[in-house]
């Protein structure tokens, strides 16, 4: 069976320090990779998406960038963070092609000071 | 580009009391899926619909897709404190998902 890890749970950072968010899946292979920021109390907002090793497609222009070394792991960065990139990163995945049903992680909570 | 619309954002209701929430849009839409969010958790998928008039059941959840494929319901009868959470619909476009803003299951103490 598939597995979505996403590692830390919680971060605290201050502004202007660089972020590292990383997501790895098992038990599958080629999927489709997300990375999505939920503010408290709100929807989803899709950040990155990739559809092969090293393709990254950017939704929402802003101070931070994603990474696909590998297949199966999505990689969200920031050279400095700030106060407004507080909130829960979600990472996903779905089988390769369009139309099927996306996977998330455990979350990532971040909180920028 | 596509949108759809969800209403309402928060419903509160008493334990044993039905809830439902509607997913709109002004185009057609060629499939529709539905996830939940249990507070201070991840979305989990619950189901995919992609026939017009289309209803699937999960206990007591019932999922309809419209005739013309313009909206979607959740409804559960008879909720429980299990049912506490945020309901999404979600649109799949191209790789991606088109989410509603969901609507937020309140269970009145």
């Known amino acids: 069976s598939q597995t979505i890890h996403q590692w830390p749970a919680t971060l605290v950072q201050p502004v202007g320090s660089p972020l590292s968010l990383e997501c790895t899946v098992e038990g599958t292979s080629n999927p489709n990779l997300y990375w999505y920021r939920q503010a408290a109390g709100r929807g989803l907002q899709l950040l990155f998406y990739?559809?092969?090793?090293?393709?990254i497609s950017s939704e929402v222009p802003q101070n931070l960038s994603a990474s696909r070394p590998q297949d199966r792991q999505f990689i969200l960065s920031s050279k400095k963070l700030l106060l407004s990139d507080s909130g829960f990163y979600l990472c996903?995945?779905?089988?390769?092609?369009?139309?099927?049903?996306?996977?998330f992680g455990p979350g990532t909570r971040l909180t920028v000071t | 580009g596509q949108q759809v619309m969800q209403i309402p954002q928060y419903q509160h209701v008493q334990e044993g009391e039905d809830f439902t929430t509607y997913c709109n849009s002004s185009t057609t839409l060629s499939n529709i899926q539905w996830y939940k969010q249990r507070p201070g958790g991840h979305p989990v998928f619950l189901i995919q619909?992609?026939?017009s008039g289309e209803v699937k059941k999960q206990k007591r959840l019932t999922f309809q897709f419209g005739e013309a494929k313009k909206n979607s319901s959740l409804h559960i009868t008879a909720t429980q404190t299990t049912d506490v959470g945020t309901y999404f619909c979600a649109l799949n476009s191209n790789y991606q998902l088109i989410w509603g803003a969901g609507t937020k299951l309140i269970i009145k103490p």
């Open positions: 619909l992609v026939k």
């Open positions: 996903a995945w779905s089988l390769g092609g369009r139309s099927y049903e996306q996977y």
């Open positions: 990739s559809v092969g090793i090293g393709q």
